[in-house]
């Protein structure tokens, strides 16, 4: 199975700054690479799909890179409904589709 | 609008079975697969398993396999997750979601379905 690891698992940062979440994958997952924000009480809801491709609807400030098994979703200007826990998913294996575990972003 | 809604809280006894439903709206509802996942008390995303409303063939997570069942009955567009023995540690919020044909993608995600098991 592939495993998702990512880094680091919380973090805190304050409105305005620019934040980074890595996600490494075990071995290599192509750009089948997702990145879903998470807040209590609600669904997760998608943020970039394909590694790079911003979901529609989601402001532009959200932005995803990577290929393989490295990628990283980076957070511009957070802004305060930003602060959740940030997971990225893998569907290059079929059928298992693994979560990494998990950032928090919390307030400064 | 694409929508996905999941029935109500379940409150089980430890060794019991729990039936959660996802009804699709919106899209074709044989044209996506569907997925399961769960999210236990302060522990993260975990994938449970999927089902092909089309066919209705399913494969389920090695964690789950012998206690989990996913089905789906096309003239009502829904989906069910039966998950049986059922122990304490499978309290959790169980969410459907729906997969996006290319990629893969989970683009649509149900409200959530909080079970607790308890004696």
């Known amino acids: 199975d592939i495993q998702m690891t990512q880094s680091p698992s919380s973090l805190s940062a304050s409105v305005g700054d620019t934040v980074t979440i890595t996600c490494r994958a075990s071995?290599?997952?192509?750009?089948?690479l997702h990145w879903y924000q998470h807040k209590l009480g609600k669904a997760p809801k998608l943020l970039i799909y394909?590694?790079?491709s911003l979901q529609s609807g989601v402001p532009s400030r959200f932005s995803g890179s990577g290929s393989g098994t490295e990628f990283t979703l980076t957070i511009s200007s957070l802004q305060p409904e930003d602060y959740a826990t940030y997971y990225c998913q893998q569907t290059y294996t079929t059928p298992q589709k693994t979560f990494g575990q998990g950032t928090k972003v919390e307030i400064k | 609008q694409v929508e996905l809604v999941q029935s109500g809280a379940e409150v089980k006894k430890p060794g019991a079975s729990v039936n959660v439903s996802c009804k699709a709206s919106g899209y074709i509802f044989t044209g996506n697969y569907i997925h399961w996942v769960r999210q236990a008390p302060g522990q993260g995303l975990e994938w449970m398993g999927i089902i092909n409303p089309s066919s209705g063939s399913s494969s389920y997570a090695q964690k789950f396999k012998g206690r989990v069942i996913m089905t789906r009955d096309t003239s009502a567009s829904t989906v069910y997750m039966q998950l049986s023995s059922l122990r304490s540690d499978d309290t959790a919020v169980y969410y459907c979601?729906?997969?996006?044909?290319?990629?893969?993608?989970?683009?649509?995600w149900g409200q959530g379905t909080l079970v607790t098991v308890s004696s």
């Open positions: 394909a590694a790079s």
């Open positions: 979601a729906r997969a996006e044909a290319l990629k893969g993608h989970f683009d649509y």
């Open positions: 071995q290599s997952v192509s750009s089948h």
